[in-house]
């Protein structure tokens, strides 16, 4: 293989993407990136138009690459093809530049290599993102971020549980801004063994980090989050509700699916609030009823 590469992009009706990501597989190609409605784009890349989805086809040879566009123009007359060359990246590093820190309320929060830039004033979270997602720079990440920082302004001390907490960045901050117990739970081993490195390399080694079930963690909790997608937090409701003492809060949703999961909350005794949109994204704040 060359130090080159084919791509060919489409873009078209989101209700045709199962379909067409099957045809570019027979037509050979090595890999497909799909970016949709229900999936986060990572910032700096293109989004997909309203009701579309694009599939970015990867191919080691152009004469492939050609015949895959040739067909797709057939079978889909109606979607948009760009066909490029790329050059071959170190991806080990080209992902870093796509990673920025943030800063929301009382922190700063940012990759290893942007360390020396947070100002002193703030309470620092260096983040290793590595392969799980959530450095703090995706809308969902930080909309989550500022209300927990809001929430432990005004109880300090309180629990905390961080429910698929990814790099554990939820859950650490919270913990440095001065919650009492924090747990987190994910359900990707590879994510709970990075958060710990994280808690560890934050000085919270002390933040529970796992892949239990939630039915396996004990008690209830001040201040519930939960950054994952809508299908999800709608399917864990009955188990996430039962663990919210006072304050629940999900991100993670777009806005068309806002209204679907509300009502399961809702069903299950929780109060919503004015949430926040940031984008197309929004977060869902409830409380429980006194």
């Not at 989101?14 to 045809?23: G, V």
């Not at 138009?49 to 007359?77: C, K, L, N, S, W």
Request: glycine share 8%.
């Amino acid at each position: 293989m060359t130090g080159t590469y084919q791509t060919l992009t489409v873009d078209l009706p989101e209700t045709e993407s199962e379909a067409a990501q099957d045809l570019l597989h027979e037509l050979g190609a090595m890999g497909l990136e799909v970016r949709d409605r229900e999936s986060r784009t990572m910032p700096g890349v293109r989004a997909p138009a309203a009701g579309e989805a694009i599939i970015v086809a990867y191919f080691d040879d152009a004469d492939t690459a050609e015949q895959a566009r040739a067909e797709m123009h057939e079978a889909y007359p109606s979607a948009r093809l760009q066909l490029a060359e790329e050059q071959q990246q170190d991806w080990s590093n080209a992902w870093k530049a796509h990673i920025k820190s943030v800063q929301v309320g009382r922190l700063w929060v940012g990759p290893p290599w942007e360390a020396q830039n947070a100002p002193a004033d703030k309470v620092r979270l260096v983040i290793e993102p590595k392969m799980a997602f959530g450095t703090g720079d995706h809308p969902t990440t930080s909309l989550c971020l500022g209300a927990v920082d809001d929430y432990m302004s005004t109880h300090p001390g309180a629990s905390v549980l961080d429910v698929g907490t990814g790099t554990g960045v939820l859950a650490i901050a919270a913990k440095k801004l001065g919650a009492g117990r924090v747990v987190g739970t994910d359900n990707d081993p590879v994510s709970v063994e990075l958060a710990r490195e994280n808690a560890v390399d934050n000085g919270t080694p002390d933040v529970e980090l796992s892949g239990k079930e939630l039915t396996a963690v004990e008690g209830s909790f001040d201040l519930v989050v939960a950054n994952i997608l809508a299908n999800t937090l709608i399917e864990l409701a009955p188990l996430i509700a039962p663990k919210v003492k006072d304050r629940l809060l999900m991100a993670g949703v777009l806005a068309h699916q806002k209204e679907e999961v509300e009502a399961a909350y809702v069903n299950l005794g929780l109060v919503p609030e004015l949430g926040v949109q940031q984008g197309e994204w929004v977060r869902l704040d409830f409380h429980r009823a006194k």
